[in-house]
């Protein structure tokens, strides 16, 4: 069971491939993720995405839907004992997605959506929430207000980079500094700062040499969750391999936050 008290104290780990690709791919990054949390004495949350409901192309995979993407997950969390977590895209998949994630993500582009918000409140788990591209840091005191008025404060909140021009990112770790007076836990989203939105035409394009240093910056400043999205051949990946990291670099980027 994930203890909410737990993530405020301790540094823990977001991480998985970007979207459900088969459970031969969940099974081999969760037990490859397993063991290096653990080397790093790191609590680790499993990620993938049921659905990738914002691609750049009506013609991208998007993952297996909520039902089956929440069989598979939920296959993960019972061969591996651990938490997991997905994104949910309308309030009417909140109680079900509910029933068996420890964290319910709400996506950057739909943060400020007070439905699912609500939704996502009212499932009593953990609610993280990404930081829209287009948003302040400090606006996100109304996306804070709607969960706690919904009656949960069970919150994370989650950087993940900012427009900067068209179909480029930068990370303000201005942003950062003040979500944190909101007295969450924050978590730096190490890859998907690294994204060049729509950046390859038909899908987004991006650059994981930025995560590293980025993990470290956020670390200095006392950020003490970060994601990653990782894959064990990002080249192959069929869904944000120009920013997921491989699987066998992960070990340095962790290395980076514990050492």
């Known amino acids: ?7 405020k104290t301790t540094k823990f780990i977001i991480s ?3 979207v459900i690709e088969s459970e031969d791919l969940l099974f081999e990054v969760a037990e490859k993720m397993i063991y290096l949390t653990k080397k790093h004495n ?14 750049t192309s009506i013609n991208s995979f998007r993952g297996p839907g909520l039902i089956k993407g929440l069989d598979l997950l939920d296959n993960v969390k019972s061969k591996f004992n651990i938490p997991i977590t997905s994104d949910v895209h309308d309030a009417n998949e909140c109680k079900i997605a509910g029933e068996v994630l420890d964290i319910v993500q709400v996506p950057a582009f739909l943060c400020r959506q007070t439905d699912l918000l609500i ?14 591209q287009f948003l302040d840091g400090k606006d996100m005191i109304n996306v804070v207000r709607k969960i706690e008025e919904s009656g ?10 900012s427009m900067f021009g068209l179909g480029n990112l930068v990370v303000d770790f201005r942003q950062i500094i003040d979500m944190q007076k909101f007295g969450y836990p924050i978590v730096m989203d190490s890859t998907h700062s690294c994204q060049k939105p729509g950046g390859l035409g038909e899908k987004s394009g991006g650059n994981r040499e930025y995560a590293l240093p980025f993990m470290k910056l956020a670390n200095s400043i006392g950020v003490n969750g970060f994601f990653l999205e990782v894959h ?4 192959y990946a069929l869904s944000d391999g120009p920013n997921m990291i491989p699987l066998n670099k992960v070990d340095e980027h962790l290395l980076a936050i514990t050492h």
């Open 1 to 7: 069971m994930l203890q909410y008290e737990k993530l």
């Open 16 to 18: 998985g491939p970007c």
């Open 119 to 132: 939704a996502a409140a009212k499932t009593g788990k953990i609610v993280n929430v990404k930081k829209a």
């Open 232 to 235: 064990p051949t990002p080249e």
């Open 42 to 55: 790191l609590t680790y949350i499993f990620k993938a995405s049921y659905d990738k409901a914002n691609r």
């Open 152 to 161: 949960n404060r069970k919150i994370l909140l989650t950087e993940r980079g």
